[in-house]
């Protein structure tokens, strides 16, 4: 498979930036508990949409996994892809 690297390379770079969103998230989150008395309300708010975001890099992992488990199938199809000439005689 010619673009197998390519495809490898770019689902690396996804999870890497994946990771770097979550981070940036329990910074954040780091940060928001810092200030000590906040308005309860908007930080609910805040706090829910956080955890969505981080649960949303999760996901983006998950599929990652199963892009590589695909793509290792799909690289070893390569011996069966073609037909030898003799056999479609």
Same mark, same amino acid.
């Given at each position: 498979m010619q673009v197998? #690297?390519?495809i490898k390379s770019a689902v690396d $770079? @996804?999870?890497y930036y994946s990771q770097k969103i979550s981070e940036l998230v329990k910074q954040q989150i780091e940060l928001d508990v810092r200030i000590g008395n906040i308005n309860t309300q908007?930080? #609910?708010v805040r706090f829910d949409c956080l955890g969505a975001i981080d649960s949303g890099? #999760?996901?983006i992992?998950?599929?990652c996994y $199963? @892009?590589?488990a695909k793509l290792k199938v799909a690289v070893e199809q390569d011996k069966k892809l073609h037909i030898p000439e003799e056999a479609m005689q």
């Open positions: 197998a #690297s390519e $770079n @996804i999870k908007v930080g #609910s890099a #999760s996901w992992d998950t599929y $199963n @892009i590589e």
